[in-house]
Structure formats: structure tokens, C-alpha cells
């Protein structure tokens, strides 16, 4: 596992098996799962948040999964 400070407030946490898990703030709000795809979160944070979250996709299309879901990756 590999910490990466992105900026103030957002980070990235990279698995050894390929995840990368993105915090806004200290919630995981979206990731890139191995095989490529995007998830975001299906919860309404911050217009920060969302922009934290719109600025690390960079374009990519991105599925909504329920927030348990990324709460349950980050355990």
C-alpha cells in the first residue's frame, strides 16, 4: 500500500493489487478498481468534495456506488 498526498485535503491510497482509493478530506469517496473502472460515491458531500472528487477523475466516466461501499474498501 502507497500513501500519495494529492493536495490540501485530498489523498490517494494505491493497493499492491491494483486499487487506487480516493479520500476527500479523511472519506473515501471514489476509486479506480484494478481493471480500470471508475466509482464514485452516490452521497452528497461538498461542493469542495465534488470538486476534490471531479478533479481526480480527470474525464473519466465514473459509476455511483453507495458510500458503504467505499467506507467498507477503506476498513
Known amino acids: 500500500m502507497k500513501l ?4 490540501t ?10 486499487l487506487r482509493l480516493f479520500f476527500s478530506y479523511e ?12 466509482h464514485v460515491t452516490d452521497k452528497k458531500w461538498s461542493r469542495t ?9 480527470d474525464g473519466a466516466t465514473a459509476e455511483e ?6 467506507d467498507g474498501i477503506a476498513e
Open 4 to 7: 500519495k498526498p494529492i493536495s
Open 9 to 18: 485535503n485530498q489523498t490517494e491510497v494505491i493497493y499492491s493489487h491494483g
Open 27 to 38: 472519506t473515501p469517496v471514489a476509486c479506480q478498481m484494478p481493471s480500470g473502472t471508475y
Open 49 to 57: 468534495t465534488t470538486r476534490h472528487i471531479n478533479k481526480w477523475l
Open 65 to 70: 456506488m453507495p458510500q458503504l461501499f467505499f
